[in-house]
């Protein structure tokens, strides 16, 4: 959620950062509701104070007695409705402010290059070797069949499309891959491991941005509760309508969850394979950061997950994303993008965004600073560390042999029982 008094100091800059958004400038709109509602909301107040000075007064006819009384308690009576009237009004306007700001995209970083799409996102570094075959590499779908441990047809039968059973060696694999994740981020990297709840209210998936644009791209229950699309939403939301003492921060979280996607808005996208499915595993790395430090915590967080890239020997670039590529909720993000030799391209297996207060507006989650008054809003972040299913993707192509086999990355060998290579039976 934007700062509406920012927007009122700032109604330039507001446009300026919608329109590298590619929208149409709102400030005039907004800031038409946002006069109407603090108009009422004075209006509510000063009644209330005269209010106060009728209540006093028939304090004091009550005293003297007299006709002065029956007169004071009309006055009394009309000034109680023109309250509840009042009131009701501030409300109702507050809430239309509430409403024309839920919608709207944080608004970009002043570093972040403008663009419309990722033909704009700027490339900041390149990391590692690219594979050279001696044979044409195979794409995960004719490797994960020939090995017989990748169904998509049993999937479609049971769920439909976009899903895929494993099984065997690649099922081995991709439990692996997750172990490791979990185990670097807990490790070396600080961060605390936590099994959220993968059902969450309209509240929470409101705090961290998805709610009200972004619904369609969402599975719901008939119960009312949303399957989470990624562990940020119950992980950054454990910071809602908490005030967290400055000394604690940064908070950083990671889990390994189920993640739940209807993929609305990209039907005919990746259609094949496990690229895009509604179903899939990610390590999510999330951190509540206090304001003066969120720019060095994203870079930080950005390594965190580039490393696990760098100990499975995946080549692998990371982007700069332009203005009208990023996420709605993110003010800067980086993609991390590995290799697959079978496309002969970059696929985006990670992005890293920092969210500003964008989030913890929407949540009221807050610190306090040492030895200062009041509080402040914290800023969220939050980046895959990796996605499991894009991992296993890589790791199947990039180390694959000419007879069809997987080699096993040395990192990973330790979570496979000293297995190197997954070959047909295993």
């Not at 570093?111 to 070797?129: H, I, M, Q, Y």
């Not at 020939?146 to 060696?169: P, T, W, Y």
């Amino acid at each position: 959620m934007l700062d509406i008094r920012w927007i009122r100091e700032n109604p330039e800059a507001f446009d300026k950062g919608l329109a590298r958004r590619g929208m149409a400038p709102l400030s005039a709109q907004i800031l038409r509701v946002d006069k109407e509602w603090r108009e009422a909301q004075t209006a509510a107040e000063q009644n209330q104070a005269e209010r106060g000075k009728l209540g006093q007064e028939m304090a004091a006819a009550k005293a003297k007695g007299g006709d002065a009384v029956a007169a004071l308690m009309r006055q009394m009576a009309e000034s109680k409705e023109k309250q509840a009237f009042l009131e009701a009004e501030a409300a109702r306007l507050r809430a239309a402010v509430d409403a024309a700001l839920a919608p709207l995209p944080n608004i970009p970083a002043d570093d972040v290059p403008d663009g419309k799409d990722a033909t704009d996102n700027k490339l900041v570094r390149e990391v590692g070797s690219k594979p050279q075959f001696t044979f044409k590499p195979k794409d995960h779908v004719a490797l994960g069949e020939a090995l017989g441990r990748m169904d998509f047809a049993r999937a479609a039968k049971i769920s439909g499309a976009r899903f895929v059973v494993l099984s065997g060696g690649l099922a081995r694999l991709a439990r692996a891959l997750g172990q490791f994740m979990l185990d670097l981020h807990t490790r070396e990297f600080g961060y605390t491991e936590v099994a959220p709840p993968l059902l969450v209210r309209d509240a929470a998936v409101f705090g961290t941005g998805q709610l009200p644009k972004f619904a369609d791209d969402l599975f719901r229950t008939t119960a009312g509760l949303w399957l989470v699309p990624t562990a940020e939403v119950p992980l950054t939301n454990l910071a809602r309508e908490d005030i967290v003492d400055e000394a604690a921060l940064p908070l950083r979280y990671t889990a390994l969850t189920p993640c739940f996607r209807s993929e609305a808005g990209a039907a005919g996208k990746d259609t094949r394979g496990m690229i895009r499915q509604h179903q899939f595993d990610k390590v999510e790395l999330v951190s509540i950061a206090h304001p003066d430090a969120s720019g060095e915590e994203h870079e930080r967080m950005t390594r965190c997950a580039e490393e696990v890239l760098k100990r499975l020997g995946l080549a692998y670039r990371v982007m700069l994303l332009c203005s009208g590529d990023m996420g709605a909720a993110a003010r800067k993000t980086y993609d991390i993008e590995v290799w697959l030799p079978s496309e002969g391209v970059y696929r985006e297996i990670s992005s890293c965004s920092n969210c500003g207060d964008y989030q913890a507006r929407r949540m009221e989650a807050r610190f306090k600073p040492k030895g200062g008054k009041g509080t402040r809003f914290v800023h969220t972040l939050n980046g895959s560390g990796l996605a499991i299913g894009r991992t296993l993707i890589a790791v199947m192509e990039n180390f694959q042999r000419a007879d069809g086999s997987i080699a096993v990355p040395e990192a990973l060998r330790h979570y496979m029982a000293g297995i190197e290579v997954i070959a047909g039976g295993v």
